[in-house]
């Protein structure tokens, strides 16, 4: 089963090199951690308000594969972490749109479907087998192996930052040998992200490590998100361990905004991010 696993996964990433396409590949196949009943496909939510699309029930994890133009492709990859509460998945406005405008950039961008509804771990495990998933193809798919970074937005912001900080925890047993390659993404973009203050006194969460080998990390909030606190209280966090960061707070735009237009914060995080990137050529 091991072996076929790998054979399917490899044949799905090597099929449409940098052709502007969409490709889907399941992150586990039947070897998926903690899990032994049949999975299902994920339930789109009934609540669409605000024009977005949620998947309230997520138990079989994939990556929706967006691949670049061949004459933009820049050699980089980067994981996508939707937002939701780990009760949903905001999957177009925190996952599909902002896969569109990476992709123009000319990434390689994957959309991480991760397990939903209250599953932490479930979605820590996954969000570390998708980055050494897509380290492990980035032969097939002509990116750099030590380009592939990890963005996530609200609840996916926090996974993000597990993800930037946990990547010495071993959170599951290898299945293959995609689990020999690294889950340390090699930089992180978290947008408004949440649960990062959960401790007492709205302290760092403890399952936020102040690893010396943390990636460069790029955070972007506001003053008026009930979620702020998060931002400030990692970017302190990162500071005082001499990690290197970069930090934008405005004074307003709320929370879970993504990319669309009207919204100052929306408007503004693009850009800066772009620019931010470019030291990873």
Known sequence: MVDRLIFVVVMVFTTGFCFGQTETVLLWGDNIPGVSNLQQEAVISDN???????????????????LPDQSACNG????ICPGGGYSILAIDLEGYEV????????????????????NRMGAF????????????SSGDYGYGAWKVGVMGFSAGGHLSARAAS???EISYEPVDQIDE?????????????????????????????MDRDIPPIFIFGTA??????????????????????EFHFLASGGHGYGLRKGNP????WPGLLTKWLLQFD
């Open 125 to 136: 495990q996954d969000v570390q087998r998708a980055i050494r998933m897509v380290r492990a």
């Open 76 to 79: 980089k990859a980067m994981v």
């Open 48 to 66: 669409n308000s605000g024009n977005v699309i949620r998947l309230s029930q997520v138990t079989k994890p994939l990556l929706k594969v967006y």
């Open 99 to 118: 896969a569109e405008w990476l992709r123009a950039l000319g990434y390689h961008v994957f959309v991480l479907q991760y397990r939903v509804p209250g």
């Open 224 to 245: 008026d998100d009930p979620y702020g606190n998060s931002a400030l209280v990692l970017a302190q966090a990162m500071r005082d361990n001499k990690h290197q960061l």
């Open 166 to 168: 946990g990547f010495s």
């Open 265 to 268: 914060a929306a408007e503004t």
């Open 181 to 209: 390659n690294s889950c340390r993404p090699d930089f992180a973009v978290l947008i408004y992200p949440a649960y990062l203050d959960d401790a007492p006194d709205r302290d760092l969460s403890l399952d936020i490590n």
